[in-house]
Antibody, heavy 120, light 110 residues
Framework: EVQLVESGGNLVQPGRSLRLSCAASGFRFRGFEMKWVRQAPGKGLEWISYISSNGDRINYVDSVRGRFTVSRDNAKNALFLQMNSLRVEDTAVYYC?????????????WGQGTLVIVSS | QSVLTQPPSASGTPGQTVTISCSGTTSNIGSNYVYWYQQFPGRAPKLLIYRNNERPSGVPDRFSGSKSGTSASLAISGLRSEDEADYYCAAWDDSLDGVLFGAGTKLTVL
């Protein structure tokens, strides 16, 4: 059974940094691309980043490019999101997600999410 | 285009069939698969439909998806009170080089 467990969410002041983690289990992590998707309170879903299975392909939505960095450790079955220069509008539940079908498709499996609140 | 276009709300009575639409462009729905998700408050999205019309194991056949050109739709037949939730469509967007989601449709079972 695919399991994705996010952690690292917290209350942080604007301009500060935070690092999210996603622990994966139940599947061959090193063979799967991974995505980060977020959802602001009361709002819809927003894809923010993906990383290919070996990390050679990465992309971000414009609103986080240059501030967020996605990475992975295939030896530890872990996905990370380093978030710098956080803004109030980054407040959201952050989900890690993946798919067994193709990396060029929306996610199939989702974690339970971790809440990031950016506020002074 | 920043989001796929969905109606903000939909409603129906128990037993009815409700359809939720999702409109995009040639760079997303027109050239890629459409997915549908169900989300309850405080919960992670759950995959309902993948690759336009395929159901994951465990999803009732009351849920069905279709796609034509740059539009897609989710149909829920035999509506039940437990279907009351938010529904999102999604597709890969070639211009974005990422996933584009709809803004979501809140389904109310009257």
């Amino acid at each position: 059974e695919v399991q994705l467990v996010e952690s690292g969410g917290n209350l942080v002041q604007p301009g500060r940094s935070l690092r999210l983690s996603c622990a994966a289990s139940g599947f061959r992590f090193r063979g799967f691309e991974m995505k980060w998707v977020r959802q602001a309170p009361g709002k819809g879903l927003e894809w923010i980043s993906y990383i290919s299975s070996n990390g050679d392909r990465i992309n971000y939505v414009d609103s986080v490019r240059g501030r967020f960095t996605v990475s992975r450790d295939n030896a530890k079955n872990a996905l990370f999101l380093q978030m710098n220069s956080l803004r109030v509008e980054d407040t959201a539940v952050y989900y890690c997600a993946t798919s067994s079908f193709s990396e060029w498709e929306p996610p199939e499996f989702w974690g339970q999410g971790t809440l990031v609140i950016v506020s002074s | 285009q920043s989001v796929l276009t969905q109606p903000p709300s939909a409603s129906g009575t128990p037993g009815q069939t409700v359809t939720i639409s999702c409109s995009g462009t040639t760079s997303n729905i027109g050239s890629n698969y459409v997915y549908w998700y169900q989300q309850f408050p405080g919960r992670a999205p759950k995959l309902l439909i993948y690759r336009n019309n395929e159901r994951p194991s465990g999803v009732p056949d009351r849920f069905s998806g279709s796609k034509s050109g740059t539009s897609a739709s989710l149909a829920i037949s035999g509506l039940r009170s437990e279907d009351e939730a938010d529904y999102y469509c999604a597709a890969w967007d070639d211009s974005l080089d990422g996933v584009l989601f709809g803004a979501g449709t809140k389904l109310t079972v009257l």
